[in-house]
């Protein structure tokens, strides 16, 4: 099946500090999504992109659909210790293609760790 | 918060023995998805259902089943219970086909 490489795996970043991490696809998504995962809970959506080159905001989170439809990237800016968790990436080939999401193709996850 | 619930949150079992994993929603969305988490290996879709006795196969269903007679529930089951079915299993829930899920708590299965 369709794979995605996200990275980096992990990171221990200073709080106040900016985040970036990204993902790559050897396949065309028409979707990405993020996904912010707290520990001991399910994961919750941050951000969904649905357009090459779209650049979307969340708060502090931003995050674009890159133009060639092969990699997405999620920034975190001015870091907080609550931004802690694993943030998947996903992406889907195909919207409203009457299938279901079934199609979705989670990342590995990024590990993030905030020191206060 | 997306009304999904799934239960037992945690569960112990011997190899060998039948586990079901409930899955419940008070959203009326459509579709409905079990996947395991595993370290290494992020989330695997195993089963997923698009209506009313509606499911098909996901990406590693081997050694499991599910059914859908309610709108609402969505039951994982596991016939025989191996090692290697350890995890942590999520039910999710979406109303579209956008893949904008919303993710149940989890259910921790051990399997001994």
């Given at each position: 099946?369709?794979?995605?490489?996200?990275?980096?795996?992990?990171?221990?970043?200073?709080?106040?500090?900016?985040v970036?991490?990204?993902?790559?696809?050897?396949?065309i998504?028409?979707?990405?999504?993020?996904?912010?995962?707290?520990?001991?809970?399910?994961?919750?959506?941050?951000?969904?992109?649905?357009?090459?080159?779209?650049?979307?905001?969340?708060?502090?989170?931003?995050?674009?659909?890159?133009?060639?439809?092969?990699?997405?990237?999620?920034?975190?800016?001015?870091?907080?210790?609550?931004d802690v968790?694993?943030?998947?990436?996903?992406?889907?080939?195909?919207?409203?293609?009457?299938?279901?999401?079934?199609?979705?193709?989670?990342g590995?996850?990024?590990?993030?760790?905030v020191?206060? | 918060?997306a009304g999904?619930?799934?239960?037992?949150?945690?569960?112990v079992?011997?190899?060998?023995?039948?586990?079901?994993?409930?899955?419940?929603?008070?959203?009326?969305?459509?579709?409905?998805?079990?996947?395991r988490?595993?370290?290494?290996?992020?989330?695997r879709?195993?089963?997923?259902?698009?209506?009313?006795?509606?499911?098909?196969?996901?990406?590693?269903?081997?050694?499991?089943?599910?059914?859908?007679?309610?709108?609402?529930?969505?039951l994982?089951?596991?016939?025989?219970?191996?090692?290697?079915?350890?995890?942590?299993y999520?039910?999710?829930?979406?109303?579209?086909?956008?893949?904008?899920?919303?993710?149940?708590?989890?259910?921790?299965?051990?399997v001994?």
């Amino acid at each position: 099946g369709q794979q995605l490489n996200q990275s980096p795996q992990s990171m221990f970043i200073q709080e106040g500090e900016d985040v970036s991490m990204n993902c790559t696809s050897s396949s065309i998504f028409n979707t990405w999504l993020w996904y912010k995962q707290d520990p001991g809970e399910g994961p919750v959506l941050l951000i969904a992109l649905y357009k090459a080159g779209e650049l979307t905001s969340n708060g502090r989170l931003t995050a674009q659909f890159g133009i060639t439809r092969k990699d997405s990237f999620l920034n975190i800016s001015a870091s907080i210790p609550s931004d802690v968790g694993i943030y998947f990436c996903a992406g889907q080939p195909d919207r409203y293609s009457g299938a279901g999401s079934y199609q979705l193709t989670f990342g590995k996850g990024t590990k993030l760790s905030v020191i206060p | 918060d997306a009304g999904i619930t799934q239960s037992p949150r945690h569960k112990v079992t011997e190899t060998g023995t039948p586990v079901t994993l409930r899955c419940h929603q008070t959203e009326n969305h459509r579709y409905m998805y079990w996947y395991r988490q595993d370290p290494g290996h992020g989330l695997r879709l195993i089963h997923y259902s698009y209506g009313v006795k509606d499911t098909d196969k996901g990406e590693v269903s081997d050694g499991y089943s599910v059914s859908r007679s309610k709108t609402e529930d969505f039951l994982l089951t596991l016939e025989s219970a191996t090692s290697s079915q350890t995890s942590v299993y999520f039910c999710a829930i979406s109303g579209q086909d956008t893949g904008e899920l919303f993710f149940g708590e989890g259910s921790r299965l051990t399997v001994l």
